[in-house]
Nanobody
Framework: QVQLLESGGGLVQAGGSLRLSCAAS????????LGWFRQAPGKEREFVAG????????DYADSVKGRFTITRDNAKNTASLQMNSLKPENTAVYYC?????????????????????WGQGTQVTVSS
């Protein structure tokens, strides 16, 4: 079992920044890949960013490339999503997710069905 807890959401003006954190417990942190997803009201959950087991390989949705950065610290059992130059359309609940099956591909990392564990989400609201 893996437990995930997101934090760091809030209200920010367009152009601002937020840093989301994901604290994990339950299994060896370095044994699972991680992803960040978001879901806006009335929309499907969508991929934001993913990182492999070691943290050495990442992938991003085209809409956030160059503005968002995903990192992980396997020594501290945490992952982060640094979000810069935020836009109103980035408003959503952001979820941290873990894939404990081992291995990682960018294609699989983009699919919500890849992940067996999810946090409760943290709200990000970007005002114009």
């Amino acid at each position: 079992q893996v437990q995930l807890l997101e934090s760091g959401g809030g209200l920010v003006q367009a152009g601002g920044s937020l840093r989301l954190s994901c604290a994990a417990s339950g299994r060896t942190f370095s044994s699972y890949a991680l992803g960040w997803f978001r879901q806006a009201p009335g929309k499907e959950r969508e991929f934001v960013a993913g990182v492999n087991l070691s943290g050495g390989t990442t992938d991003y949705a085209d809409s956030v490339k160059g503005r968002f950065t995903i990192t992980r610290d396997n020594a501290k059992n945490t992952a982060s999503l640094q979000m810069n130059s935020l836009k109103p359309e980035n408003t959503a609940v952001y979820y941290c997710a873990a894939d404990a099956r081992g291995g990682w591909t960018a294609a699989a990392a983009r699919l919500p069905s890849t992940y067996g564990y999810w946090g409760q989400g943290t709200q990000v609201t970007v005002s114009s």
